[in-house]
């Protein structure tokens, strides 16, 4: 099970297109939402108002990028929860997850390499890890240049996996990023 514990204040419209994205590709029944108060926000995704913290959860694995070991797909037959800080990325990264979860909870930790990625994106990375795939094996690209108009982009300093050679990056996420940018 793919849980992300969300530890912003509020959901935000970007935080929801992550949470969808990770819905359409993993499927409902493979992920879980915690420590989401107003479960309306989320409509499609399985969600606890509980946090992580208080639920008894058997093999959990924290996916921290601060973690010593990367993340292997044998890793599958060890864990059975793998947890995720649900955070808006911060450049630089103040590695919350660090704070927030793992020095916290105590639980084993797995990185999926140093470069910080988007929920989504870590989501999606540790999904195709368990289901095989090695993590060297799949293509990524670090800060992508998003185009916002003619003569006007911006880089967006994450790793991204790739989708016919370009991030990818759901539709929804892409006009959050321009309308941002044109503000």
Not at 88 to 102: C, E, F, V
Not at 138 to 150: A, G, S, V
Request: glycine content about 4%; some cysteine; hydrophobic content about 30%.
């Amino acid at each position: 099970m793919i849980i992300i514990e969300h530890l912003d204040t509020e959901i935000y419209e970007w935080s929801k297109e992550e949470y969808k994205h990770i819905v359409d590709v993993l499927g409902k029944e493979n992920v879980l939402f915690t420590n989401i108060k107003d479960k309306s926000k989320l409509p499609f995704a399985n969600c606890e108002s509980k946090s992580i913290k208080e639920l008894n959860l058997k093999k959990p694995c924290i996916l921290d990028p601060e973690a010593k070991k990367t993340l292997e797909p044998e890793d599958n037959k060890k864990y059975e929860n793998f947890i995720f800080g649900g955070i808006l990325g911060n450049d630089p990264p103040q590695k919350r997850t660090q704070t927030k979860l793992t020095k916290k909870l105590k639980y084993e930790t797995r990185n999926l390499g140093k470069k910080q990625m988007s929920t989504d994106t870590a989501a999606i990375t540790t999904w195709k890890i368990l289901n095989g795939t090695r993590f060297k094996d799949l293509k990524f690209i670090d800060d992508p240049e998003i185009q916002i108009e003619k003569g006007m982009s911006c880089i967006m300093p994450y790793r991204y996996l790739t989708k016919n050679n370009s991030p990818d990056i759901p539709e929804k996420i892409m006009k959050l990023i321009k309308k941002e940018e044109l503000i």
